[in-house]
Structure formats: structure tokens, C-alpha cells
């Protein structure tokens, strides 16, 4: 028997043949990432935009205050209640309030603030310009379910936290409501900004505005260092796509003017707002943002509970939305599957296999670390299936070439680290690989979140050895939330507590130089 049989065979887990296997994790113990449930709606009304008062809770205000953690709550201020009121329950008779909910329940939306805006279910509800209604007719016959109800929301110039699988257009989610409100470019400054937290995503989301507003007339810049001292001198100057620290960079020497921003959208705002992330940066930004109207929105496939309510000190009466059956939960069009290599390896022994027994390309392979993507290319190069690999160390010039690489078909396989996993589109890929163990449930759904796109079917295998049992648990429970099969002994395991879960956060195990055995 071959040792990918072997592998697949243990993959599946027969409790009583690998009887031992599963004993030697019965004593260890995972997170089990909770399952946020929101209760329904309010009724909604038809309204004017609420006139806004300008706010001085910035996150650096946040930083300082003796009565609050930056993770914590305003004094007197409480958590938003994972369950209704039972006046949250209560709707109105209204025909207009009975359809919303309908819709909602229809396509597993959960809405949760004041006054929140009648979902749509056609792009023709919206009042776009002409050149707009013609793109997007282009691109999509129907809004997906995150467009259905943040459109209306940030087109009545509210705020938002919204929570929506990876692939399900939450881009679009937020491009739409910018373009149709900047229907005409103006002088005087940038007035919308998108945040993104890596060079891939601004450059794609730069890509996605340039396509979306053909025939506008808007003037849509990206952010880099070649253009930073100059931006502020270009023609027209309405939409800005830039990562935080050049943005951050260019407030600090006064190169830009943010007075004017209308729109200000977090893009992946669970990494940005992270106090491991760019914290420091998102608070410079939020805080030169001086327009009394400006309308701030955060967007992720993942929302922990700090970041949300840090968030909800910042924004002004946000509306939290959130799509799907439960939270911390993966694309129900990803089938996942977990494999157990015993040691490293298993790993370079399974992954070989894998191609031996022609899995499918396009794929993406995780790795923990620059210096592990080296090595497993290394390893793999001689492979009957075209390889790369992409870094951070790597110039900017060469991550650009791979990736377009990739993306033309070229490279069938590409190994890369966690600067890959948020927000990128690669269409068609087919498969994802985890050949080294997330570090986290957050890490787990963006990672397979790069596969099964848009309606698309994908696969994602993640191998785990004896020294991955710390969130073996957790990411159980996401393939259980994602009803792929899990079993019953790694549901059984217990909880570790949660010191070793933000450890292994931020330090990962230390593994053996990938290597031929």
C-alpha cells in the first residue's frame, strides 16, 4: 500500500482502526471559536441621512484614557447583546418591513442596529448613474447577499461592520455605493479612501474601481512610493486606494488632504484594526479625517469580538451585518478536509502524492514562514508541475510577476505565506493547501477563502501533525460550522485555555527544515 493511501486512509479517520491516533490527541486541547448568532431586525423606515456630530473618539484617545482598555468598553458603555431584545423581534405589519425580513431570512442576513435600510435583491432598486448601471450589469445578474443590504446602508451614509465569507463580494459591496454617490469628480481633495493591509489586495481592489467606474470621469489613484509627494498635486483626485503605513506617512508630512473624505472603508478591517496589526496607523487616519459627514465602514470575512467593540467606540450608531448561518464559519462551497501526516515528514511525503495523483490546479500552498516557502520549493521544483514561490523579502517587482504568473497559468502551483491569504482574487483556483498548520481560526477561513469564489466549487487539505494539536479543536469546529465532515473524537477534545491560544497566535511551533527523509 502506498503511503498516500495510508495518509487518506488515516485522513478519514476510522476510530477503531486508528483507535491509538486519536487517544494520543484525547488529552490535549483547542479552542472552540464561538458561534455569534444575531437576533433579527428592526423595522426599517424610509429616512434622510441622519445629520452627524463630529466625534473626538479616536483610537489614540482610546490609548490614553485611564477607564478604558483599547480592546475594552467606554465607561457605561455595553457590549452589543448576541441575542435580540424582545423588541428587537417585534416588526411592524407593514408590507415594506415584512418583505425585508423575508429577504434577510431568505439569504441568511443578519442586520442589527437603528433604522437599517431595506435590503435590495436587483441592482435596477438602486438609483445609479447610467455608466454605472451599465458596469455592473457587465459584471453580475444579481446582488450576492452582503450587497443586498450593505449597499443601502452606506448609500443612506451609514456607518457598517460587516461580516461575510470570504468570495462573496464584499468589494463590490462598497465599491457601488462610492461610485454612486461621487457621480461626478470634483476639485479640493480625495473623497473616498480605501484601506487595504497588503501591496496585492490595494493593487486588485485599484484594478476592480478602474473597471467599475469606466465612463465616470472620477479620478482613482493607488498609493506608492513613486507617486506619494506628488498625489496631492494630480487633476482629478476622488477615490484612493493605499495601504495604512504610506498613508499614514503621507498625513504625518502633510502631503495629503484629508479633509474631504467622504467614504472612508477598512478593507480586511479585523488585520487593521488588530493592536498587532496597524493600529497606530488606522488611528493617524481616522483622525485626519475632519468632514462632519464622512461615512466609515470596516469589511472582513472575520470579526472578532475586541476588534468589533473597539470598532463600536469609533463609529457613530454603526449597523453590524453579518451573512450566513453562523460566524467564524468558511465558504460552504469549500469542501475541507483534514489530514494527519504524523511528523514533517509525512508532510513532504503527502504533498507529493497529492501531485502524483493529480490534484487540482491552480493551488495554493500555505507555509508558516519565508524561509519554509523557500525550502518546500526547493524541494518540489523537480515536480512534473510548475512551481513558484512568493515572499515578502522578494521585491515588489518580482511578487507582482509571480503573481501574474499564477493568474495566467503559468505557475500551476504557488507556495506563499499569510500575504496571500486575505483578500486576493485569484480566479479558478481549485485547490488550497495548509502544508503547514494555521495559527489561528482567523488565519484558517482566509487562507481556504482563496479557493471556492464566487459560486465556484473548491477543495481545501490542511495537514496537521502531534505538534498542531493546540487548535486542532478550534479548526474542527469551522469545518463542523461549514458542515464538512468531522470526527467525533476531535469534537470530543477539551478546550485549551486561552493563554496558549494567543500564544500560538504569535508564535508558531518550531519545525523541522523541510527536507528529504
Known amino acids: 500500500?502506498?503511503?498516500?493511501?495510508?495518509?487518506?486512509?488515516?485522513?478519514?479517520?476510522?476510530?477503531?482502526?486508528?483507535?491509538?491516533?486519536?487517544?494520543?490527541?484525547?488529552?490535549?486541547?483547542?479552542?472552540?471559536?464561538?458561534?455569534?448568532?444575531?437576533?433579527?431586525?428592526?423595522?426599517?423606515?424610509?429616512?434622510?441621512?441622519?445629520?452627524?456630530?463630529?466625534?473626538?473618539?479616536?483610537?489614540?484617545?482610546?490609548?490614553?484614557?485611564?477607564?478604558?482598555?483599547?480592546?475594552?468598553?467606554?465607561?457605561?458603555?455595553?457590549?452589543?447583546?448576541?441575542?435580540?431584545?424582545?423588541?428587537?423581534?417585534?416588526?411592524?405589519?407593514?408590507?415594506?418591513?415584512?418583505?425585508?425580513?423575508?429577504?434577510?431570512?431568505?439569504?441568511?442576513?443578519?442586520?442589527?442596529?437603528?433604522?437599517?435600510?431595506?435590503?435590495?435583491?436587483?441592482?435596477?432598486?438602486?438609483?445609479?448613474?447610467?455608466?454605472?448601471?451599465?458596469?455592473?450589469?457587465?459584471?453580475?445578474?444579481?446582488?450576492?447577499?452582503?450587497?443586498?443590504?450593505?449597499?443601502?446602508?452606506?448609500?443612506?451614509?451609514?456607518?457598517?461592520?460587516?461580516?461575510?465569507?470570504?468570495?462573496?463580494?464584499?468589494?463590490?459591496?462598497?465599491?457601488?455605493?462610492?461610485?454612486?454617490q461621487l457621480d461626478s469628480s470634483q476639485s479640493g481633495g480625495f473623497r473616498a479612501i480605501i484601506v487595504s493591509p497588503t501591496l496585492e489586495l490595494m493593487q486588485q481592489t485599484y484594478r476592480r474601481f478602474i473597471r467599475l467606474s469606466s465612463g465616470s470621469g472620477l479620478g482613482i489613484h493607488i498609493l506608492s512610493r513613486a507617486n506619494a509627494a506628488s498625489i496631492n498635486d494630480a487633476g482629478?483626485?476622488?477615490?484612493?486606494?493605499?495601504?495604512?503605513?504610506?498613508?499614514?506617512?503621507?498625513?504625518?508630512?502633510?502631503?495629503?488632504?484629508?479633509?474631504?473624505?467622504?467614504?472612508?472603508?477598512?478593507?480586511?478591517?479585523?488585520?487593521?484594526?488588530?493592536?498587532?496589526?496597524?493600529?497606530?496607523?488606522?488611528?493617524?487616519?481616522?483622525?485626519?479625517?475632519?468632514?462632519?459627514?464622512?461615512?466609515?465602514?470596516?469589511?472582513?470575512?472575520?470579526?472578532?469580538?475586541?476588534?468589533?467593540?473597539?470598532?463600536?467606540?469609533?463609529?457613530?450608531?454603526?449597523?453590524?451585518?453579518?451573512?450566513?448561518?453562523?460566524?467564524?464559519?468558511?465558504?460552504?462551497?469549500?469542501?475541507?478536509?483534514?489530514?494527519?501526516?504524523?511528523?514533517?515528514?509525512?508532510?513532504?511525503?503527502?504533498?507529493?502524492?497529492?501531485?502524483?495523483?493529480?490534484?487540482?490546479?491552480?493551488?495554493l500552498i500555505f507555509v508558516q514562514s519565508k524561509s519554509r516557502a523557500r525550502q518546500l520549493f526547493h524541494q518540489l521544483k523537480s515536480e512534473n508541475v510548475k512551481i513558484g514561490y512568493i515572499e515578502s523579502d522578494q521585491t515588489q517587482a518580482h511578487r507582482d510577476e509571480m503573481v501574474r504568473r499564477f493568474r495566467a497559468g503559468i505557475v500551476h502551483a504557488l507556495i506563499t505565506t499569510e500575504v496571500l491569504a486575505r483578500g486576493i482574487d485569484f480566479i479558478g483556483v481549485n485547490c488550497v493547501v495548509n502544508y503547514d498548520f494555521p495559527q489561528s481560526t482567523v488565519s484558517y477561513i482566509h487562507r481556504i477563502g482563496r479557493t471556492g469564489r464566487a459560486g465556484r466549487s473548491g477543495e481545501a487539505i490542511t495537514f496537521f501533525t502531534y505538534d498542531d494539536c493546540v487548535l486542532l479543536r478550534s479548526i474542527a469546529g469551522v469545518l463542523k460550522r461549514s458542515k464538512c465532515d468531522v470526527p467525533d473524537w476531535m469534537m470530543a477534545m477539551r478546550q485549551p485555555n486561552r493563554s496558549r491560544v494567543k500564544e500560538r497566535k504569535t508564535q508558531p511551533p518550531k519545525r523541522k527544515t523541510i527536507a528529504k527523509s
Open 236 to 363: 482629478k483626485r476622488d477615490i484612493l486606494i493605499a495601504t495604512p503605513k504610506k498613508l499614514a506617512d503621507l498625513i504625518n508630512t502633510a502631503h495629503i488632504n484629508m479633509a474631504r473624505v467622504e467614504f472612508l472603508i477598512f478593507d480586511e478591517g479585523d488585520c487593521l484594526w488588530d493592536k498587532n496589526g496597524f493600529i497606530e496607523q488606522v488611528d493617524e487616519i481616522l483622525a485626519s479625517c475632519t468632514n462632519l459627514k464622512i461615512t466609515r465602514a470596516l469589511f472582513s470575512a472575520t470579526m472578532p469580538e475586541t476588534i468589533e467593540s473597539l470598532a463600536r467606540t469609533i463609529l457613530r450608531d454603526p449597523i453590524r451585518i453579518s451573512i450566513g448561518e453562523h460566524a467564524d464559519c468558511a465558504s460552504e462551497n469549500v469542501q475541507q478536509r483534514l489530514m494527519f501526516t504524523g511528523d514533517e515528514s509525512g508532510k513532504l511525503l503527502a504533498i507529493r502524492n497529492l501531485f502524483k495523483e493529480g490534484v487540482a490546479t491552480p493551488l
Open 1 to 180: 500500500m502506498d503511503f498516500l493511501r495510508l495518509l487518506n486512509r488515516t485522513a478519514q479517520f476510522n476510530n477503531k482502526r486508528f483507535d491509538h491516533d486519536a487517544k494520543l490527541f484525547e488529552n490535549h486541547s483547542a479552542e472552540i471559536a464561538p458561534a455569534v448568532t444575531t437576533g433579527q431586525s428592526l423595522p426599517e423606515q424610509k429616512r434622510k441621512p441622519k445629520k452627524q456630530k463630529k466625534t473626538h473618539n479616536t483610537i489614540s484617545q482610546l490609548h490614553h484614557s485611564d477607564e478604558v482598555s483599547i480592546f475594552g468598553k467606554l465607561p457605561g458603555q455595553h457590549e452589543a447583546p448576541l441575542t435580540p431584545s424582545p423588541s428587537a423581534t417585534q416588526f411592524s405589519s407593514s408590507p415594506m418591513d415584512q418583505r425585508s425580513h423575508a429577504i434577510r431570512s431568505a439569504h441568511h442576513i443578519r442586520a442589527k442596529g437603528s433604522d437599517i435600510p431595506a435590503p435590495i435583491t436587483d441592482f435596477v432598486d438602486l438609483n445609479l448613474p447610467k455608466y454605472l448601471i451599465d458596469n455592473v450589469s457587465e459584471q453580475w445578474k444579481a446582488p450576492t447577499p452582503i450587497q443586498m443590504q450593505a449597499i443601502p446602508i452606506l448609500t443612506a451614509g451609514r456607518e457598517l461592520l460587516a461580516i461575510s465569507p470570504t468570495g462573496s463580494g464584499k468589494t463590490a459591496a462598497f465599491m457601488i455605493p462610492i461610485l454612486s
